[in-house]
Protein backbone atom coordinates (compact mmCIF):
# COMPACT_ATOMS: atom_id res chain seq x y z
CA UNK A 1 0.00 0.00 0.00
CA UNK A 2 3.01 2.83 1.10
CA UNK A 3 4.42 3.32 -2.37
CA UNK A 4 1.14 2.92 -4.34
CA UNK A 5 -0.07 6.15 -2.58
CA UNK A 6 3.59 7.86 -2.55
CA UNK A 7 4.00 10.21 -6.13
CA UNK A 8 7.62 11.40 -6.36
CA UNK A 9 8.23 14.33 -8.11
CA UNK A 10 10.45 12.89 -10.46
CA UNK A 11 7.84 10.22 -11.36
CA UNK A 12 4.88 13.13 -12.41
CA UNK A 13 3.74 12.21 -15.93
CA UNK A 14 2.27 15.73 -17.52
CA UNK A 15 -0.18 16.28 -20.37
CA UNK A 16 1.11 19.36 -22.38
CA UNK A 17 -2.10 19.22 -24.40
CA UNK A 18 -4.91 18.97 -21.93
CA UNK A 19 -6.42 22.29 -22.63
CA UNK A 20 -8.09 24.25 -25.42
CA UNK A 21 -5.40 26.65 -24.92
CA UNK A 22 -2.14 24.80 -25.16
CA UNK A 23 -1.47 25.70 -27.95
CA UNK A 24 -1.69 28.81 -27.84
CA UNK A 25 1.59 31.23 -28.21
CA UNK A 26 2.99 31.97 -24.36
CA UNK A 27 0.79 28.74 -23.11
CA UNK A 28 2.07 26.20 -25.10
CA UNK A 29 5.32 24.89 -23.26
CA UNK A 30 2.77 24.61 -20.04
CA UNK A 31 2.39 20.73 -18.45
CA UNK A 32 -0.80 19.64 -16.43
CA UNK A 33 -0.55 17.19 -13.80
CA UNK A 34 -3.70 14.89 -12.28
CA UNK A 35 -2.31 13.65 -8.99
CA UNK A 36 -5.67 12.41 -7.14
CA UNK A 37 -9.11 11.85 -8.84
CA UNK A 38 -9.96 13.40 -12.31
CA UNK A 39 -9.38 16.63 -12.33
CA UNK A 40 -10.24 19.23 -15.26
CA UNK A 41 -8.31 18.02 -18.46
CA UNK A 42 -10.50 18.31 -21.30
CA UNK A 43 -8.16 15.53 -23.07
CA UNK A 44 -8.83 12.40 -22.19
CA UNK A 45 -5.52 10.45 -22.32
CA UNK A 46 -4.31 13.04 -19.24
CA UNK A 47 -2.68 10.46 -16.75
CA UNK A 48 -4.47 10.29 -13.40
CA UNK A 49 -1.85 8.68 -10.75
CA UNK A 50 -4.23 7.94 -8.18
CA UNK A 51 -7.69 8.25 -9.41
CA UNK A 52 -9.20 7.27 -5.61
CA UNK A 53 -11.95 9.63 -4.51
CA UNK A 54 -11.34 11.92 -2.18
CA UNK A 55 -13.43 14.45 -2.01
CA UNK A 56 -11.15 17.23 -3.70
CA UNK A 57 -8.61 16.82 -6.42
CA UNK A 58 -4.90 17.36 -5.73
CA UNK A 59 -3.47 18.53 -9.19
CA UNK A 60 -0.39 20.30 -10.37
CA UNK A 61 0.93 22.61 -13.24
CA UNK A 62 5.06 23.24 -13.94
CA UNK A 63 5.81 26.26 -16.87
CA UNK A 64 9.08 27.73 -17.93
CA UNK A 65 9.32 31.17 -17.42
CA UNK A 66 7.29 33.64 -19.31
CA UNK A 67 4.76 30.65 -19.99
CA UNK A 68 1.13 31.83 -19.04
CA UNK A 69 -2.09 29.86 -18.54
CA UNK A 70 -5.01 31.49 -20.04
CA UNK A 71 -8.07 32.99 -18.23
CA UNK A 72 -10.49 30.65 -17.01
CA UNK A 73 -13.38 30.13 -13.96
CA UNK A 74 -13.75 27.09 -12.01
CA UNK A 75 -17.05 25.77 -10.17
CA UNK A 76 -15.11 24.62 -7.01
CA UNK A 77 -12.52 25.91 -5.20
CA UNK A 78 -8.98 26.05 -6.73
CA UNK A 79 -5.93 26.41 -4.29
CA UNK A 80 -2.34 26.79 -5.40
CA UNK A 81 0.45 26.47 -3.07
CA UNK A 82 3.54 27.74 -5.44
CA UNK A 83 6.57 25.25 -4.66
CA UNK A 84 8.90 26.81 -6.89
CA UNK A 85 9.05 30.04 -8.83
CA UNK A 86 7.59 33.03 -9.50
CA UNK A 87 3.84 33.60 -10.06
CA UNK A 88 1.53 36.27 -11.00
CA UNK A 89 -2.08 34.99 -11.23
CA UNK A 90 -4.01 37.44 -13.29
CA UNK A 91 -8.12 38.37 -12.76
CA UNK A 92 -10.73 39.17 -14.93
CA UNK A 93 -11.54 37.66 -18.63
CA UNK A 94 -9.83 40.42 -20.22
CA UNK A 95 -6.84 39.82 -17.52
CA UNK A 96 -7.14 43.51 -16.57
CA UNK A 97 -8.64 43.28 -12.89
CA UNK A 98 -6.03 42.96 -11.11
CA UNK A 99 -3.26 40.47 -10.10
CA UNK A 100 -1.44 38.64 -7.00
CA UNK A 101 1.97 37.47 -6.52
CA UNK A 102 3.55 34.68 -5.20
CA UNK A 103 6.65 32.91 -4.74
CA UNK A 104 7.85 29.62 -2.89
CA UNK A 105 5.60 28.81 -0.04
CA UNK A 106 3.10 31.26 -0.89
CA UNK A 107 -0.62 29.97 -0.84
CA UNK A 108 -3.87 31.75 -2.92
CA UNK A 109 -6.99 30.24 -2.68
CA UNK A 110 -9.08 31.39 -5.73
CA UNK A 111 -12.73 32.08 -5.51
CA UNK A 112 -15.14 30.08 -7.65
CA UNK A 113 -16.69 31.60 -10.50
CA UNK A 114 -14.55 34.38 -11.79
CA UNK A 115 -11.98 34.35 -14.27
CA UNK A 116 -7.83 33.86 -13.56
CA UNK A 117 -4.98 33.15 -15.49
CA UNK A 118 -1.42 32.64 -13.98
CA UNK A 119 1.84 33.18 -15.72
CA UNK A 120 5.64 32.34 -14.13
CA UNK A 121 7.50 35.81 -13.69
CA UNK A 122 10.50 34.14 -12.74
CA UNK A 123 13.60 33.18 -14.69
CA UNK A 124 13.36 29.22 -14.03
CA UNK A 125 10.80 26.57 -14.26
CA UNK A 126 8.28 26.88 -11.76
CA UNK A 127 5.72 24.35 -10.04
CA UNK A 128 2.13 24.83 -8.66
CA UNK A 129 0.50 22.44 -5.87
CA UNK A 130 -2.96 22.23 -6.76
CA UNK A 131 -6.20 20.87 -4.66
CA UNK A 132 -9.71 21.47 -6.69
CA UNK A 133 -12.69 21.42 -4.68
CA UNK A 134 -14.95 18.07 -4.93
CA UNK A 135 -14.47 15.06 -6.89
CA UNK A 136 -16.04 15.79 -9.72
CA UNK A 137 -14.40 19.68 -10.08
CA UNK A 138 -16.67 20.47 -13.43
CA UNK A 139 -15.14 21.68 -16.58
CA UNK A 140 -13.52 24.72 -17.24
CA UNK A 141 -15.07 28.15 -18.33
CA UNK A 142 -12.74 29.86 -20.91
CA UNK A 143 -12.59 33.32 -21.53
CA UNK A 144 -13.76 34.18 -25.32
CA UNK A 145 -10.12 34.86 -26.25
CA UNK A 146 -9.30 31.26 -25.36
CA UNK A 147 -11.81 30.06 -28.29
CA UNK A 148 -10.68 32.33 -30.98
CA UNK A 149 -6.98 31.36 -30.35
CA UNK A 150 -7.71 27.35 -29.96
CA UNK A 151 -9.73 27.54 -33.63
CA UNK A 152 -6.56 28.85 -35.06
CA UNK A 153 -4.18 26.46 -33.61
CA UNK A 154 -6.42 23.35 -34.58
CA UNK A 155 -8.39 22.90 -31.20
CA UNK A 156 -11.96 22.22 -31.15
CA UNK A 157 -13.29 21.96 -27.37
CA UNK A 158 -16.87 20.18 -27.31
CA UNK A 159 -19.57 20.70 -24.99
CA UNK A 160 -19.09 18.92 -21.66
CA UNK A 161 -15.21 19.47 -21.70
CA UNK A 162 -13.78 16.87 -24.54
CA UNK A 163 -11.21 18.64 -26.35
CA UNK A 164 -10.61 17.53 -30.22
CA UNK A 165 -7.20 17.91 -32.10
CA UNK A 166 -7.35 18.11 -35.70
CA UNK A 167 -4.04 18.90 -36.20
CA UNK A 168 -3.19 15.37 -34.68
CA UNK A 169 -6.08 13.46 -37.03
CA UNK A 170 -8.92 13.87 -34.68
CA UNK A 171 -12.26 14.38 -36.13
CA UNK A 172 -14.85 16.39 -34.01
CA UNK A 173 -17.63 13.51 -33.87
CA UNK A 174 -20.70 13.56 -35.94
CA UNK A 175 -23.88 15.61 -34.24
CA UNK A 176 -21.41 16.53 -31.86
CA UNK A 177 -21.95 20.35 -30.28
CA UNK A 178 -19.08 22.08 -29.95
CA UNK A 179 -18.56 24.37 -26.57
CA UNK A 180 -19.33 28.27 -27.28
CA UNK A 181 -17.61 31.01 -25.60
CA UNK A 182 -19.09 32.50 -22.73
CA UNK A 183 -21.96 35.23 -23.55
CA UNK A 184 -22.08 39.10 -22.12
CA UNK A 185 -24.77 38.14 -19.39
CA UNK A 186 -22.32 35.06 -18.28
CA UNK A 187 -19.01 36.80 -18.24
CA UNK A 188 -21.46 39.59 -16.17
CA UNK A 189 -22.24 36.26 -13.47
CA UNK A 190 -18.23 35.31 -13.18
CA UNK A 191 -17.67 39.43 -11.90
CA UNK A 192 -14.03 39.86 -10.17
CA UNK A 193 -14.65 40.70 -6.82
CA UNK A 194 -13.50 43.56 -5.39
CA UNK A 195 -9.38 43.92 -4.67
CA UNK A 196 -9.75 43.97 -0.62
CA UNK A 197 -11.49 41.14 -1.06
CA UNK A 198 -8.88 38.96 -3.11
CA UNK A 199 -6.86 40.42 -0.63
CA UNK A 200 -7.85 38.22 1.57
CA UNK A 201 -7.77 35.21 -0.49
CA UNK A 202 -3.67 35.05 0.03
CA UNK A 203 -1.22 33.60 2.30
CA UNK A 204 2.99 33.72 2.85
CA UNK A 205 4.90 32.05 4.94
CA UNK A 206 5.81 35.06 7.38
CA UNK A 207 2.07 35.01 7.83
CA UNK A 208 1.19 31.65 9.26
CA UNK A 209 0.30 31.49 12.54
CA UNK A 210 0.96 28.38 14.78
CA UNK A 211 -1.88 27.15 16.59
CA UNK A 212 -0.97 25.83 19.98
CA UNK A 213 -4.03 23.83 20.16
CA UNK A 214 -3.48 21.73 17.21
CA UNK A 215 -2.99 18.17 18.66
CA UNK A 216 0.12 17.65 16.79
CA UNK A 217 1.78 20.57 18.44
CA UNK A 218 4.66 19.70 20.37
CA UNK A 219 8.63 19.90 20.70
CA UNK A 220 10.04 21.24 17.53
CA UNK A 221 6.02 20.85 15.44
CA UNK A 222 3.93 23.14 14.46
CA UNK A 223 0.83 23.53 12.52
CA UNK A 224 -0.62 26.23 10.89
CA UNK A 225 -4.20 26.91 9.78
CA UNK A 226 -4.58 28.36 6.12
CA UNK A 227 -7.96 27.39 4.75
CA UNK A 228 -10.32 26.69 7.49
CA UNK A 229 -13.93 27.25 6.06
CA UNK A 230 -15.29 26.67 9.69
CA UNK A 231 -14.42 25.86 13.11
CA UNK A 232 -13.09 22.43 13.33
CA UNK A 233 -13.41 19.44 15.58
CA UNK A 234 -9.72 19.50 15.72
CA UNK A 235 -9.42 22.98 17.74
CA UNK A 236 -9.06 25.31 14.73
CA UNK A 237 -10.97 28.70 14.56
CA UNK A 238 -12.27 29.66 10.60
CA UNK A 239 -9.69 31.30 8.66
CA UNK A 240 -7.30 33.18 7.62
CA UNK A 241 -8.80 32.02 4.95
CA UNK A 242 -12.39 30.69 5.10
CA UNK A 243 -13.82 31.84 2.03
CA UNK A 244 -17.31 32.82 0.71
CA UNK A 245 -17.84 29.92 -1.49
CA UNK A 246 -17.46 26.23 -0.64
CA UNK A 247 -13.89 24.64 -0.09
CA UNK A 248 -14.76 21.01 1.65
CA UNK A 249 -11.11 20.65 2.95
CA UNK A 250 -9.28 22.18 5.17
CA UNK A 251 -5.27 23.56 4.68
CA UNK A 252 -2.68 23.51 6.83
CA UNK A 253 1.12 24.26 7.22
CA UNK A 254 3.04 21.51 9.20
CA UNK A 255 6.56 22.60 10.21
CA UNK A 256 9.06 20.38 12.23
CA UNK A 257 12.63 21.05 13.51
CA UNK A 258 15.46 18.37 12.25
CA UNK A 259 14.45 15.10 14.35
CA UNK A 260 10.68 16.24 15.91
CA UNK A 261 8.51 13.68 15.71
CA UNK A 262 4.72 13.31 15.94
CA UNK A 263 3.37 10.17 17.18
CA UNK A 264 1.31 7.55 15.55
CA UNK A 265 -2.31 8.61 14.59
CA UNK A 266 -5.94 7.89 13.60
CA UNK A 267 -7.58 10.24 11.45
CA UNK A 268 -11.56 10.09 9.88
CA UNK A 269 -10.14 11.94 6.92
CA UNK A 270 -8.62 11.66 4.05
CA UNK A 271 -5.22 13.03 4.61
CA UNK A 272 -2.86 14.47 1.31
CA UNK A 273 0.65 15.58 2.41
CA UNK A 274 2.93 17.72 0.14
CA UNK A 275 6.39 18.23 0.96
CA UNK A 276 7.62 21.35 0.43
CA UNK A 277 11.01 21.86 1.72
CA UNK A 278 13.16 19.30 3.95
CA UNK A 279 13.14 15.33 4.06
CA UNK A 280 9.70 13.96 5.68
CA UNK A 281 9.52 10.11 6.71
CA UNK A 282 6.35 8.59 7.28
CA UNK A 283 5.70 5.37 8.94
CA UNK A 284 2.37 3.62 7.84
CA UNK A 285 1.29 0.11 9.16
CA UNK A 286 3.18 -1.63 6.02
CA UNK A 287 6.28 0.43 5.86
CA UNK A 288 7.84 3.54 6.32
CA UNK A 289 8.62 6.08 3.27
CA UNK A 290 11.07 9.23 2.94
CA UNK A 291 9.19 11.57 1.06
CA UNK A 292 11.37 14.63 -0.21
CA UNK A 293 10.31 18.09 -1.69
CA UNK A 294 7.88 18.00 -3.89
CA UNK A 295 6.64 14.67 -3.18
CA UNK A 296 2.92 13.90 -2.29
CA UNK A 297 1.44 11.23 -0.22
CA UNK A 298 -2.25 9.98 0.22
CA UNK A 299 -3.04 8.38 3.50
CA UNK A 300 -6.38 6.14 3.92
CA UNK A 301 -8.57 6.88 6.30
CA UNK A 302 -8.31 5.13 9.15
CA UNK A 303 -4.57 3.95 8.99
CA UNK A 304 -2.28 4.89 11.18
CA UNK A 305 0.60 7.36 10.87
CA UNK A 306 3.39 9.03 12.58
CA UNK A 307 5.91 11.62 10.82
CA UNK A 308 9.94 12.12 11.46
CA UNK A 309 11.84 15.32 10.14
CA UNK A 310 14.76 13.09 8.82
CA UNK A 311 16.73 16.09 6.88
CA UNK A 312 19.37 18.49 8.88
CA UNK A 313 17.26 21.44 7.90
CA UNK A 314 13.82 21.73 9.06
CA UNK A 315 10.51 20.13 7.66
CA UNK A 316 7.85 21.64 5.39
CA UNK A 317 4.79 20.66 4.44
CA UNK A 318 1.18 21.34 3.44
CA UNK A 319 -1.67 19.21 4.55
CA UNK A 320 -5.12 18.23 3.03
CA UNK A 321 -7.74 16.94 4.79
CA UNK A 322 -11.08 16.00 4.24
CA UNK A 323 -14.28 17.84 4.91
CA UNK A 324 -14.88 21.54 6.71
CA UNK A 325 -14.24 20.22 10.04
CA UNK A 326 -11.66 17.77 10.60
CA UNK A 327 -11.89 15.09 13.69
CA UNK A 328 -9.70 15.50 16.41
CA UNK A 329 -6.39 12.61 15.51
CA UNK A 330 -6.89 9.40 17.64
CA UNK A 331 -3.40 8.87 19.15
CA UNK A 332 -2.69 5.34 19.58
Not at 144 to 158: I, K, N, T
Not at 248 to 274: C, Q
Amino acid sequence: MTHSRLIRYADLIPCRNAFVDSRSPGSDAKENFTLIGPGVSENPNQHVHIPEPHGFNIGGARQPPRCLNSQHSHETAEVFVAHSGQWRMIFGVNADEGEARMGPGDVISIPTRMFRGFENIGTETGFLFAVLGGDNPGKVTWAPSVFDLAARHGLVLLEGGKLVDTIAGEQVPAGATLQRAPDAAEIARLATPPAEKLAGCVRTPAQFAPNPASPLAGPGVTESAIITPTATADGFPPGPIAGWWAHGFNLRHLAMESGARVAAHLRDEPEVIFVHAGVLAVTLPDGDVLMGPGDTLTVPVGAARSFRATSSAAVAAYVVRGGDSPAAPRFI
